[in-house]
């Protein structure tokens, strides 16, 4: 593959040191709950098979450190949670969360979430998508990194079943705004509101999330539903 051809990435790779802690949780949990996405086409994975059980799956893209997926997973144990990482502090941390909270519908891939939605996930295979607080790529030479744009957009509805939610929030405005405008071109999905949607109870509120909201900046939920 040349530089060229290589494909523009919704995320930029931080390295940081591990704690103790959180080398132990990888060792010895990511073989039990961890999964690697692949890079290149292959036969999409048994979500059954890899939960153990039929549930519906949610697919969770960029749960940072972890805290909201776990609480999220244990206060729906009726559904499974896919949550899709790059970073491995965050991976760590959740394996750890997971562990602690005796999680059993929780698996964590390593990975592009672009790339899982294309090799890993069959049509019509999701209950839901949750895009909690995507890197915006504020400047406007990095729009292109931006994980909502069309061609995502379309990607990921296709994964989800008919009558199936992509629920997206951000404290960036303009990213919102772009958002709102993405999603609602989008032919299959429907907006659940008149505009952004008042913030679920469900949704849990992150350390992140308040330092936006103390420094001022409004989050934007918006859900919509796959026709």
């Avoid at 629920?167 to 505009?195: I, K, Q």
């Amino acid at each position: 593959m040349t530089l060229a051809e290589r494909p523009i990435r919704t995320f930029h790779p931080r390295q940081g040191r591990l704690s103790e802690r959180h080398h132990d949780a990888l060792e010895r949990l990511w073989p039990v709950h961890g999964l690697l996405v692949p890079e290149r086409p292959g036969a999409p994975w048994d979500l059954a098979a890899l939960f153990g059980r039929r549930a519906p799956v949610v697919l969770e893209i960029g749960p940072g450190m972890g805290e909201a997926t776990a609480a999220m997973a244990a206060s729906d144990p009726e559904r499974d949670y896919l949550a899709v990482e790059v970073h491995t502090a965050g991976i760590a941390n959740l394996l750890a969360l997971v562990e602690r909270r005796r999680l059993t519908n929780v698996r964590i891939a390593r990975g592009d979430a672009v790339d899982l939605a294309r090799y890993a996930l069959a049509p019509d295979s999701l209950a839901a998508v949750h895009i909690f607080f995507p890197d915006p790529w504020p400047k406007s030479r990095h729009h292109k990194r931006r994980l909502i744009q069309p061609a995502h957009v379309a990607l990921l509805r296709s994964r989800l079943a008919p009558g199936g939610v992509l629920h997206c929030a951000t404290d960036w405005s303009e990213y919102a705004g772009v958002m709102a405008r993405t999603l609602a071109a989008d032919p299959e999905l429907v907006n659940e509101f008149a505009g952004y949607a008042p913030r679920p109870d469900w949704r849990p509120i992150t350390k992140f999330e308040r330092r936006a909201l103390s420094a001022g900046r409004p989050v934007h939920d918006l859900i919509f539903r796959r026709r």
